[in-house]
């Protein structure tokens, strides 16, 4: 059985900083990507960045420059680091990694985490 925990949200000034953390965990063959998420009130789930097994990233435009995704030396750990939020990074941010498990070592899929709330205030 495979798990995705994240940590880290919480409330946060306009132009601070924080940093969210995913940790997958389990019996697992290999991961392929890690992602973060995010769904705003009445909006649509939007992928904010990914680090792929290589180490290639990926970021959505209206984060780049702010946004830094990284691993951590396992690989089985994801970061999201925040910078200079504004209040329309407001959102829940959900981790997905795409791995394959032990018991279907060449079968990927999508696993998530239950997210965790980020709100940029004053």
């Known amino acids: 059985q495979v798990q995705v925990v994240e940590s880290g949200g919480g409330l946060v000034q306009p132009g601070g900083s924080l940093r969210l953390s995913c940790e997958a965990s389990?019996?697992?063959?290999?991961?392929?990507?890690m992602s973060w998420y995010r769904q705003a009130p009445g909006k649509q789930r939007e992928l904010v960045a990914t680090?792929?097994?290589?180490?290639?990233?990926e970021y959505v435009e209206s984060v780049k420059g702010r946004f830094t995704i990284s691993r951590g030396n396992a690989k089985t750990t994801v970061y999201l680091q925040m910078s200079s939020l504004k209040s329309e990074d407001t959102a829940v941010y959900y981790c997905?990694?795409?791995?394959?498990?032990?018991?279907?070592?060449?079968?990927?899929?999508?696993?998530w985490g239950q997210g965790t709330q980020v709100t940029v205030s004053s």
């Open positions: 997905n990694v795409n791995l394959a498990p032990l018991s279907t070592p060449s079968f990927y899929d999508d696993y």
């Open positions: 680090i792929k097994s290589a180490g290639g990233t």
């Open positions: 389990g019996s697992i063959f290999a991961i392929y990507a």
